[in-house]
Antibody
């Protein structure tokens, strides 16, 4: 069974940083691209970042609205993907989801990030 | 960026009825590999989104055949027949052909 679990959310002050983690199991992580998607309270879904697998040289892609403030990375030995977000703003307040591959076929339950002083 | 225009915003439906949701893209979603990466999701209240249809018309594992997807190029449709209470929520389309990946703004399916 595919399982995806995000951790690392919480309350952060504006200007602060956060590292989200996404632990996976139930599939061969090395074979898959991984994504982060976020959803602000009461709003729609916004793609944040994608990291490809070793076959694609771990290429990374970012939403333009966040580029320069986010870094996606992965550790294939831990079947995990990470999202580092810096210079956090109030508008970064959202649930952050980790999803698998280009079809976003499996999603985690999400982790809440609140940016507030 | 590819703009995904999803309509309608809200869709009242009677249980047992049939509805269609439209998703139009600002440019063709045909990838250079020949595939069209247009997918549909349902987000039930308080839950994570779940994949319904991938690559235009392929039902994901466990998705009832009441759900069907069609379309090509820039114009895509999700049809739901014999609507059941478990179908209520917000539907989103996603294109993963072009970076940045973009979602439609969502369609809320609610009981009439």
């Amino acid at each position: 069974e595919v399982q995806i679990l995000e951790t690392g959310g919480g309350l952060v002050k504006p200007g602060g940083s956060l590292r989200l983690s996404c632990a996976t199991s139930g599939f061969n992580f090395n074979d898959y691209f991984m994504n982060w998607v976020r959803q602000a309270p009461g709003k729609g879904l916004e793609w944040v970042a994608q990291i490809r697998n070793k076959n694609y040289n771990y290429a990374t892609y970012y939403a333009e609205s966040l580029e320069g403030r986010v870094t996606i990375s992965r550790d294939d030995s831990k079947s995990s993907v990470y999202l580092q977000v810096s210079s956090l703003r109030a508008e970064d307040t959202a649930i952050y989801y980790c999803t698998r591959t280009t079809t976003f076929d499996y999603w985690g339950q999400g982790v809440m990030v609140t940016v507030s002083s | 960026d590819v703009l995904m225009t999803q309509t309608p915003v809200s869709l009242p439906v009677s249980l047992g009825g049939q509805v269609s949701i439209s998703c139009r893209s600002s440019q063709s979603l045909v990838h250079s590999d020949g595939n069209t990466y247009l997918h549909w999701y349902l987000q039930k209240p308080g839950q994570s989104p779940q994949l319904l249809i991938y690559r235009v018309s392929n039902r994901f594992s466990g998705v009832p055949d009441r759900f069907s997807g069609s379309g090509s190029g820039t114009d895509f449709t999700l049809k739901i027949s014999r609507v059941e209470p478990e179908d209520l929520g917000v539907y989103y389309c996603l294109q993963s052909t072009h970076f940045p990946l973009t979602f439609g703004s969502g369609t809320k399916l609610e009981i009439k």
